[in-house]
């Protein structure tokens, strides 16, 4: 994507941790640390926000123990890096993509732009749009429905471009759930934010990790998500 898009694109958003936890012992880790524990602020404040969601939300792994995840180690074993640096431990969800995650931290240390390439996580980014948090999840056929009529207020999208979306990856051959199909558009939707609607979490100056890569997460809304 980032070859075809790379240095035309005005902003990329991706589901996928960008800026990355080091170690409790670390003096260049910025990261919340709280009750021997270390967090990136960001996934703090978008469990705040999203509400009951919040479970939507895994804990980022640090950037050792994704680096052992992609190189093929069991769950436990990155697991327990990842409690010895941090102080948690790690989903098996958060281990089975830190290939991506890998890869996506070794794109913006090497040619990628980070403030091009850009972090986003579908469930704030429909909060932000609703003005509300959701109700229902996203596995459900209410929780479809009720991200679909959020998808429908935002003036670039078009009614059932969803469906359209879906008959094009059926007739490639790709096998897609349609939750990942609505959550491809809310990112889409965000990345093309006018720049007045386009907004951070934290709203503040973000926090960088310790090779300098914003942890943050970016919405698009006509106000200030309220995570206080």
Same mark, same amino acid.
């Given at each position: +994507?980032?070859?075809?898009?790379?240095?035309?694109?005005r902003r990329?958003?991706?589901d996928v941790?960008?800026?990355?936890?080091?170690?409790?012992?670390?003096?260049a880790c910025?990261?919340?640390e709280?009750?021997g524990?270390?967090?990136?602020?960001?996934?703090?404040l978008?469990?705040?926000?999203?509400?009951?969601r919040?479970? *939507?939300?895994?804990?980022?792994?640090?950037r050792?123990?994704?680096?052992?995840?992609?190189?093929?180690?069991?769950? *436990?074993?990155?697991?327990?890096?990842?409690?010895?640096?941090t102080?948690?431990?790690?989903?098996?969800?958060?281990?089975?993509?830190?290939?991506?995650i890998?890869?996506?931290?070794?794109l913006?240390?090497?040619?990628?732009?980070?403030?091009?390439?850009?972090?986003?996580?579908?469930?704030?980014?429909?909060?932000?749009?609703?003005? *509300?948090?959701?109700?229902? *999840?996203?596995?459900?056929?209410?929780?479809?429905?009720?991200?679909?009529?959020?998808?429908?207020?935002?003036?670039?999208?078009?009614?059932?471009?969803?469906q359209r979306?879906?008959?094009?990856?059926?007739r490639?051959?790709?096998?897609?759930?349609l939750?990942?199909v609505?959550?491809?558009?809310?990112?889409?939707?965000?990345?093309c934010?006018?720049?007045?609607?386009?907004?951070r979490?934290?709203?503040?100056?973000?926090?960088?990790?310790?090779?300098g890569?914003p +942890?943050? +997460?970016?919405?698009?809304?006509?106000?200030?998500?309220?995570?206080?």
């Amino acid at each position: +994507m980032w070859d075809h898009y790379g240095t035309s694109a005005r902003r990329i958003v991706v589901d996928v941790p960008i800026g990355l936890c080091e170690s409790l012992e670390s003096d260049a880790c910025s990261c919340v640390e709280e009750d021997g524990e270390l967090s990136r602020r960001c996934d703090d404040l978008a469990r705040t926000v999203i509400g009951s969601r919040y479970r *939507s939300v895994f804990t980022a792994p640090a950037r050792e123990a994704a680096k052992l995840a992609a190189a093929g180690a069991d769950h *436990s074993e990155i697991s327990d890096r990842n409690e010895e640096l941090t102080g948690k431990r790690l989903t098996q969800q958060a281990a089975s993509i830190s290939a991506g995650i890998v890869e996506v931290d070794d794109l913006l240390l090497c040619d990628g732009n980070p403030e091009v390439l850009v972090e986003g996580h579908p469930e704030v980014c429909f909060r932000a749009l609703s003005g *509300s948090p959701l109700e229902h *999840s996203k596995h459900t056929a209410a929780g479809v429905e009720e991200r679909l009529a959020v998808l429908r207020g935002v003036d670039e999208y078009t009614c059932e471009d969803w469906q359209r979306v879906a008959r094009e990856l059926g007739r490639e051959g790709h096998r897609i759930g349609l939750d990942d199909v609505l959550d491809a558009f809310v990112l889409a939707l965000t990345a093309c934010a006018p720049v007045a609607e386009f907004r951070r979490l934290p709203s503040d100056p973000p926090r960088t990790d310790a090779e300098g890569l914003p +942890m943050q +997460m970016v919405y698009r809304s006509e106000t200030q998500l309220t995570h206080e």
